[in-house]
C-alpha cells in the first residue's frame, strides 16, 4: 500500500511537475487546520494552549504572521529564480502564508474584528475556495478551459469569453460557489446561469421587478430549496471553524457599531420631527397671522365707519387697539418656530447619602 502510494506520488506529483503546488496545498490546509485549533482552544479558554501573542498588550493577529510568509516565500522564489529544492520549500511557506491570511479574510474586508461574527463567515468560504481552486489545478484542470499548448486561436478565444460570461451571469444571480468554481470546471457555471436567481441577487433586483410570478418562483426555491443548502452549509461549517456569536453582547466591535447605527437614527428621525414641527408651527402661525390681520383691517375700517358717521376722524384708542392687533400678528408669526425644549440636567449632589456626615459643616447651604 505504502509503496503504491510512493510509486504514484512520483508518477503524478514529481514527474509531472507538481511538487511545489502540492506542497503549497499541504501548507494552505495544515496551516488553517491549526490555526483553527488554536483559535478554538483559545476561546474556550483551555489553561495548557499559549493563548494570544500579545507582546506589550498589544493583540497580534495571526494574519501578520501570514504577510510576512508570503513575503518571505514571493522573495525567496525570485532571489533563487526558482530553482530546485528552493522553490519546493518556499511554495511550502507560501500556503502557510495563505492559511494565516485567508483565515482572517472578514477582517480584511470590514476593516473590524469580526472574527467570531456572522460576517466572519466570509473567512470560511475564502479558505474553502482556496483549497478547491488549488486542487483542481493540482489534478489537471485550468482556467476557463484552456489547454496548454492546444492550437485552436478562434476555438480557443471563444471559448474563454462564452465561459467567462456564463460565470459573470451565475455570479450575478447569487450562484457564488458555482460562478467562482465555474472557472475551473466550465459546465458548472452553466448550472447557475440556467437556474433561477436568488430573491437578494443584482439579477433579481434588475429583471424580475416586474415580474411578479418569476420572484415568487424564486423566494418558493429559495424557502425550499436554499433554507436546507444553507443549513447544512452552517453545520458543516460550524463543525470546521465553529459556531459564531449568535448575540454578540460582550463583543467591543459590535457595541460600536451598534451605537453608530442608533445615534445616526436617532439624529435623523429627530432632524426629521424638528423639520415637520417646525413647518407645522409656521402654517399655524400663517394662518393665525393671516386671520387677525383680517380682522385687524376690519375692526380699523368699521371704527373708521363709525367716525364717519360721527362726523369725525377715527378715534385715538381704535386706531391704537388695530396697531396692537398687527404687531402682536407679526411677533406671533416670527416667534412660531421654536427649538424643541430640552430637559435641563438635574444637579449632581456630591453627598447624597443622608446620614453620612458633611466634611464640611459650616459650608452647607
Known amino acids: 500500500m505504502t509503496r503504491d502510494l510512493l510509486d504514484g506520488y512520483r508518477d503524478h506529483i514529481i514527474a509531472a511537475h507538481k511538487q511545489p503546488l502540492f506542497l503549497l496545498l499541504v501548507g494552505f490546509i495544515c496551516s488553517f487546520v491549526f490555526i483553527r485549533f488554536s483559535v478554538r482552544m483559545i476561546r474556550a479558554k483551555v489553561r495548557w494552549w499559549p493563548g494570544n501573542v500579545t507582546p506589550g498588550g498589544l493583540h497580534i493577529h495571526h494574519m501578520v504572521f501570514g504577510l510576512g510568509f508570503l513575503l518571505v516565500s514571493g522573495i525567496g522564489v525570485f532571489a533563487t529564480s526558482g530553482g530546485h529544492p528552493w522553490i519546493d520549500w518556499f511554495g511550502l511557506l507560501f500556503g502557510i502564508g495563505c492559511g494565516l491570511v485567508l483565515d482572517e479574510f472578514a477582517l480584511i474586508l470590514h476593516l473590524d474584528d469580526v472574527y467570531w461574527g456572522e460576517q466572519g463567515r466570509k473567512s470560511v468560504d475564502a479558505v474553502i475556495l482556496g483549497i478547491l481552486i488549488t486542487a483542481l489545478l493540482l489534478t489537471g484542470y485550468v482556467p476557463l478551459g484552456v489547454v496548454p499548448g492546444q492550437d485552436t486561436r478562434w476555438g480557443l478565444v471563444s ?94 466591535a459590535t457595541h460600536r457599531v451598534a451605537e453608530r447605527m442608533a445615534a445616526r437614527a436617532t439624529a435623523h428621525l429627530d432632524a426629521h420631527a424638528a423639520r415637520a414641527l417646525a413647518r407645522r408651527h409656521a402654517r399655524l402661525a400663517d394662518r393665525r397671522g393671516a386671520a387677525e390681520s383680517q380682522s385687524a383691517r376690519a375692526a380699523g375700517a368699521a371704527g373708521a365707519a363709525r367716525a364717519a358717521a360721527a362726523g369725525g376722524e377715527p378715534g385715538r384708542q381704535d386706531r391704537a387697539r388695530a396697531r396692537l392687533r398687527v404687531v402682536q400678528a407679526g411677533r406671533r408669526r416670527a416667534y412660531s418656530v421654536r427649538p424643541l425644549p430640552t430637559a435641563a440636567p438635574a444637579p449632581r449632589n456630591p453627598y447624597p447619602h443622608p446620614r453620612l456626615p458633611h466634611p464640611h459643616p459650616h459650608r452647607r447651604a
Open 159 to 252: 471559448v474563454i469569453a462564452v465561459n467567462a460570461l456564463v460565470s459573470i451571469i451565475a455570479l450575478l444571480k447569487g450562484k457564488m460557489w458555482m460562478g467562482l468554481l465555474g472557472i475551473m470546471v466550465p459546465g458548472l457555471s452553466w448550472i447557475g446561469a440556467i437556474r433561477l436567481a436568488r430573491p437578494s441577487s443584482p439579477w433579481a433586483r434588475w429583471r424580475y421587478a416586474d415580474r411578479p410570478r418569476r420572484m415568487a418562483r424564486a423566494r418558493r426555491r429559495e424557502r425550499r430549496l436554499h433554507a436546507r443548502a444553507d443549513r447544512a452549509r452552517t453545520w458543516l461549517f460550524d463543525l470546521i471553524a465553529g459556531a459564531p456569536d449568535k448575540v454578540a453582547a460582550h463583543h467591543t
